[in-house]
Every structure is written in structure tokens, then in C-alpha cells.
């Protein structure tokens, strides 16, 4: 990847000649033809990088365009991270890399378009009141985005960790099967490393104590984001709630008294009208509260979770089952504070205290 290489020279090994290239370079024109010029009418989102729009390629394959907003040094960087790692991963959950364009100071990467959009378009977006989401599905993109992380974590070489595993970095396919998306924020981890020390990115309510508070970032990182993402899935709440004016409730503080009282039903969202496995409910719930406790060193590793979310708990007995424990998060007010927004900038020193396109 000789852009990525100019980029990031030296920090990650460079690709086999061997391994399989499945991405191009585009031409800006090209996209420009594909995406009517990025017109309103095309555009699919937009994130803290840019906007994102639907286009259609010559052979009439549809993709999906990010193109960055504003070029900055910071901004490359999450450009070239994003493309270095989609570059170097293929696997079923993750969205794949088609390409990108680096033309003067215009920065775009190409995407395979999910047309079901993002989960969170339909746990709490404009899809939401379609109610399309069954129990089924929900179980389908847990265990995929699972599967994802998992191979993210045990299987990329070098290892990767996510940063922002959330609803809206979860796309859904034709079919509702998960493709984690969105590595600008991912770190490459160096061999035998436990954990890297780095500024705070992520979102609100996803972010694991020790990564919120100290800026230690490790796999289980991911997972704790992943247990809440599990809570959301289940539930249909958003991972902090406004109960009314400056107050606020994590998911986790909703959810823990009433797994303590075996009350696992009234977990579950109203919007699935009582349908669902009741066997399977006790499953990922027992998931998420492994993934979610405050201790990093009591999650499961994201393989653990897949096995378990897989064959169920019965019969398993994984050292971190024994130390099963919610603990009830506690963020400062000052975290709290900002809601759904995002902490990309926040330093490692923050203290607790303080159907266009549509398949569906
Ligand atoms: N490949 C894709 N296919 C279909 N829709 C997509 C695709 N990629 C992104 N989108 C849509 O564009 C929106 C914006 O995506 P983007 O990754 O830029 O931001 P985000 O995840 O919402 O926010 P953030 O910047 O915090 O990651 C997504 O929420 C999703 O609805």
C-alpha cells in the first residue's frame, strides 16, 4: 500500500506480496460519477470523519463513500489507519475495503454498501419504528459482531483493538448479519503488549473505566463496549438515558438491579412483544454482565464470548464465569454530563471524580 506506507511508515509491517489485495485505488472522478457528485440526495450519514454517501459503480455495484470532512494532520492519520486496517483484515463482519481516493487534499474511502445501515438506525433511528429487529436477528448480529471482534483480537496480526464498538460502527447486510465498521479510531497492538497508554477516543457510555478514566486501552477495551452494545440489543436502550432534566442513567445502572433480582424478562424490549428465547435471554445476558463489570481482568476474551453466545453456558465452566459480577458504573457528573457526544479528544487524564438503497 504505498500511500499507507508514506503515511505510517515503519509502525506497521507492510503487506505480503502473497496476501490477496482485494481493494483499488479510485479515481476522484470515478467517484464523482458514482456518487452524482456527492449529492444531498446520496447522502447515507455522517460521522465525526465526514459524511458518508451511496454511489453506484460502472458494473452496477453499490458502494458507499466516506470523504473526509476538513484535511488536517489528525485527520490523515485516522484516514490512513482506518485504510491501513481494512486493508489488512477480511473476515464476514467486518465491512469490507473497496478502495480509496487520495487526490490533493481530498481523502475518501471505499466502502461494500450495507443497506440495512447501522444497528442503531434500527435499535433507535429512523428504522426503529419499522420494528424489524425480531429476536432471531438481534441474536444473529450479536454473535457476528462477536465474531468480528474476535477476529480482530486473536486472528489480525498484529492484533487490533477497536475503540468504538456502538451501535452506529455495527452495519447490517441484506440479510441483518452484522459487519463491524469504522477502525478510525483502532489501534495496532505491538507483540507481547498487555495494554498501550494512549489519548481517550470512543464514545459515551461505551467506554470501559479504566480506558475513560487512565487512558489504558486493551482488548477488553472492546469487550466491555461489546457488553453494553449486548445490553442495547437486548433491551432497545440507548446506553445513556435522560430520565429528566441533568439526570442521566447508564444501561448498566438500569440493568444491574434487575439481574440481581433474576427479573431477566423486564430486560428485554417491550418492542419484541414478549417474543423471544427465554434460554438464550439468560445466555447473553449472563454475556453482557461478564463483558460489562468494571474489573477488565474479570471480562471474557472476545473468544470466550463467542463460544458462550455460540453453545450457551451449560456445561462451560470459564474461569471468568466464576467471577461473574455487575458492578454498577460510575461515571463522574463531568462524563455524564455530555451524553451521547463524543470524547475523542478528552485526555487519558480524566478522573472518576469529576429505502432508496434499502433491502428491508
Ligand atoms: N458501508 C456503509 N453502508 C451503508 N451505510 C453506511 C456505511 N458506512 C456508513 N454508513 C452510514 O453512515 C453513517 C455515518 O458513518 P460514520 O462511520 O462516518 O459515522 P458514525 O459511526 O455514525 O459516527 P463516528 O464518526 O462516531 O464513528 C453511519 O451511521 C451509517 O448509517
Same mark, same amino acid.
Request: net charge neutral; hydrophobic share 35%.
Given at each position: ?5 508514506r503515511?505510517?511508515?515503519? #509502525? ?9 489485495k482485494e481493494? #483499488?485505488?479510485?479515481?476522484? @472522478?470515478e467517484l464523482?460519477?458514482a456518487? !452524482?457528485?456527492?449529492?444531498?440526495d446520496n447522502?447515507l450519514?455522517?460521522?465525526?470523519f465526514?459524511s458518508?454517501?451511496?454511489?453506484q459503480?460502472?458494473?452496477?455495484s453499490?458502494i458507499?463513500v ?8 489528525k ?14 483484515? #477480511?473476515?464476514?463482519?467486518? *465491512? ?6 487520495a487526490e ?10 450495507m443497506? +440495512?445501515?447501522?444497528? $442503531? ?5 429512523q428504522f ?5 429487529? =425480531?429476536w432471531? @436477528?438481534?441474536?444473529?448480529i ?6 468480528g471482534?474476535?477476529y480482530?483480537?486473536? !486472528?489480525?496480526?498484529?492484533?487490533i483493538i477497536?475503540? =468504538? &464498538?456502538?451501535?452506529? +460502527?455495527?452495519?447490517l +447486510?441484506? =440479510? ?11 489501534? *495496532? %497492538?505491538?507483540?507481547g ?7 481517550v @477516543? ?10 475513560a478514566?487512565?487512558?489504558? %486501552? /486493551?482488548?477488553s477495551? =472492546? &469487550? ?5 452494545? $449486548?445490553?442495547?440489543?437486548? /433491551?432497545?436502550? @440507548?446506553?445513556i438515558?435522560? *430520565? ?5 442513567r ?16 423486564e ?6 412483544q414478549?417474543?423471544f ?5 439468560? !445466555? %447473553? ?8 463489570q +468494571?474489573?477488565?481482568? !474479570?471480562?471474557?476474551t472476545?473468544?470466550?464470548? &463467542?463460544?458462550?453466545?455460540r ?6 465452566s470459564?474461569e471468568?464465569?466464576?467471577k461473574l ?5 460510575k ?5 455524564l ?19 432508496r438503497?434499502s433491502?428491508a
Open positions: 500500500m504505498e500511500y499507507l506506507e503515511c505510517i511508515c515503519g #509502525r506497521v509491517p507492510r503487506q505480503k506480496s502473497s496476501e490477496k481493494w #483499488r485505488i479510485f479515481s476522484l @472522478k464523482h460519477s456518487t !452524482n457528485s456527492f449529492n444531498y447522502k450519514g455522517e460521522g465525526g465526514g458518508v454517501y451511496w454511489g459503480l460502472w458494473d452496477g453499490q458507499a466516506k470523504r473526509l470532512k476538513v484535511w488536517s494532520t485527520a490523515e492519520m485516522e484516514f490512513s489507519v482506518e485504510v491501513e486496517i481494512l486493508g489488512r483484515v #477480511r473476515h464476514k463482519n467486518l *465491512l469490507s475495503l473497496r478502495g480509496y481516493c490533493g487534499q481530498e481523502r475518501l474511502i471505499v466502502y461494500d454498501y443497506p +440495512n445501515l447501522s444497528l $442503531l438506525s434500527h435499535l433507535h433511528g426503529a419504528p419499522d420494528n424489524q429487529l =425480531d432471531d @436477528k438481534r441474536m444473529n450479536a454473535i457476528g459482531s462477536a465474531e471482534l474476535e480482530l483480537h486473536h !486472528n489480525a496480526t498484529p492484533h477497536h475503540r =468504538d &464498538v456502538k451501535a452506529s +460502527n455495527v452495519l +447486510n441484506s =440479510d441483518f448479519e452484522a459487519q463491524v465498521a469504522d477502525f478510525g479510531f483502532a489501534k *495496532l %497492538v505491538p507483540e503488549a498487555t495494554h498501550v497508554t494512549t489519548r @477516543k470512543g464514545t459515551l457510555g461505551y467506554l470501559a473505566p479504566e480506558y478514566m487512565w487512558g489504558k %486501552v /486493551s482488548e477495551c =472492546d &469487550v466491555y463496549s461489546f457488553g453494553i452494545l $449486548l445490553l442495547e440489543l437486548i /433491551s432497545g436502550k @440507548k446506553p438515558e435522560k *430520565l429528566g432534566p441533568g439526570t442521566k447508564t444501561i448498566v445502572e438500569w440493568a444491574a438491579p434487575l439481574v440481581f433480582q433474576g427479573r431477566l424478562t430486560l428485554v424490549d417491550p418492542k419484541l414478549g417474543k428465547n427465554a434460554e438464550e435471554l439468560k !445466555n %447473553v445476558v449472563h454475556v453482557a454482565t461478564m463483558c460489562a +468494571n474489573t477488565p481482568e !474479570n471480562r471474557p472476545m473468544h470466550e464470548v &463467542v463460544q458462550i453466545l453453545k450457551g453456558p451449560r456445561g462451560e470459564l471468568s464465569e466464576k459480577k455487575l458492578d454498577t458504573v461515571y463522574g457528573d463531568e462524563l454530563e455530555a451524553d451521547d457526544s463524543e470524547v475523542k479528544t478528552r485526555t487519558a487524564t480524566t478522573t472518576p471524580s469529576s429505502g438503497r433491502a
